[in-house]
């Protein structure tokens, strides 16, 4: 890595930088302008840094065929019996709400972007001055497209879900060859909802080390457990599905959180990022003040000038102003210099 973070806007996505939480609305506007202009509320409420929707319309991702491969026909699947047609029809984000989307993110101080689909996205999506790019899991081979997003010079966001490592490389690859070092790359189980033990977050450092790139989460699990750990281990992004009430449904409802859950995800994963620190041992300048509860050697018995040292007179206890338990076999059967208190934490003046 050239530099230790990207530029978004006014925000540094690094390991030195709190986490950037994007809330991604994906589908979950149900068709309506006014519930996606209240998420894009909700998300600001809930700390988020950004808000990110999906560019295309059901003709630009598939044909309108409702048969064979066109057709979802996994039993597990959300949207089992569905067409891909009618799924992109149903999730699509229509492009003259675009505008007022990203108006109001600006207004509430939300970085508002996008994830096009095709090279016609990508110009729409220039004419409204977003600050980064994001690359969908099943885009993230599609080539032609990462160098059309690359040649606006801005960020890229990348989701690696399904892909090989030789295709990441092809990826990164085509991205830098077009001028953009500006890349995080996210891991993500494209799987809906996906299961932590499907996350695989320890692939983060390798990826960030391999690639030599920012790193963060696509996440699809429930709850905030996998997300957490991630920033622990490194993610510098958290992406999360976000709709206002799981209960009223919409495409990606059942992997979505709601705002509640999105305000402890931006809270916990600060505090994930906070505790890593740094490398450190001994008392910090909070804990230095507790030492004095540490144990410590003290008389136990009033003792008069020459008496032994022994078990019934010298014992470790606290407070811990007397000298380190580890010299106690030392005083054992030693004789004290003058008469002391019980009470007295041990010295080296009271040895003879």
């Not at 806007?9 to 506007?29: Q, T």
């Amino acid at each position: 890595m050239k530099k230790n973070f990207v530029q978004i806007d006014r925000f540094r996505v690094g390991l030195d930088y709190p986490p950037f939480i994007v809330a991604e609305m994906s589908g979950n506007h149900n068709q309506s302008l006014d519930r996606a202009l209240e998420i894009v509320r909700a998300a600001a409420q809930a700390g988020v840094q950004a808000l990110k929707i999906q560019t295309y319309n059901a003709d630009s991702m598939t044909l309108d065929l409702r048969e064979g491969d066109f057709v979802i026909d996994d039993p597990e699947s959300l949207w089992y019996g569905k067409s891909l047609y009618e799924l992109y029809q149903e999730a699509h984000t229509p492009r003259d709400w675009h505008k007022p989307i990203f108006e109001l993110c600006r207004e509430l101080g939300l970085i508002g972007f996008s994830t096009p689909f095709d090279a016609s996205a990508v110009d729409f999506l220039e004419s409204h001055e977003v600050p980064c790019y994001k690359i969908a899991s099943f885009e993230n081979t599609d080539l032609p497209l990462l160098r059309k997003v690359a040649a606006t010079g801005k960020p890229v966001i990348i989701s690696t879900g399904m892909a090989e490592l030789a295709e990441l490389d092809e990826t990164v690859r085509a991205v830098r060859e077009a001028g953009v070092e500006d890349i995080i790359l996210l891991k993500c189980t494209s799987t809906y909802p996906a299961t932590p033990e499907n996350s695989n977050i320890l692939t983060l450092p390798h990826m960030r080390d391999l690639f030599g790139v920012q790193v963060g989460l696509s996440d699809h699990s429930l709850g905030v457990g996998v997300a957490v750990a991630g920033v622990a281990l490194g993610a510098t992004l958290v992406e999360k599905h976000f709709t206002l009430n799981r209960a009223e449904g919409g495409v990606d409802a059942d992997f979505s959180m709601e705002p509640g859950e999105m305000k402890i995800l931006v809270e916990e994963t600060q505090r994930a990022w906070q505790a890593k620190g740094r490398i450190s041992y001994g008392p910090s300048r909070k804990e230095s003040e507790s030492l004095k509860y540490r144990r410590s050697l003290y008389v136990t018995r009033d003792m008069k000038a020459g008496e032994v040292f022994s078990g019934e007179n010298l014992r470790a206890i606290r407070p811990g102003r007397g000298l380190p338990p580890k010299y106690y076999d030392i005083f054992m059967g030693k004789k004290v210099t003058r008469d002391v208190k019980r009470g007295t934490p041990l010295n080296w003046d009271l040895l003879c």
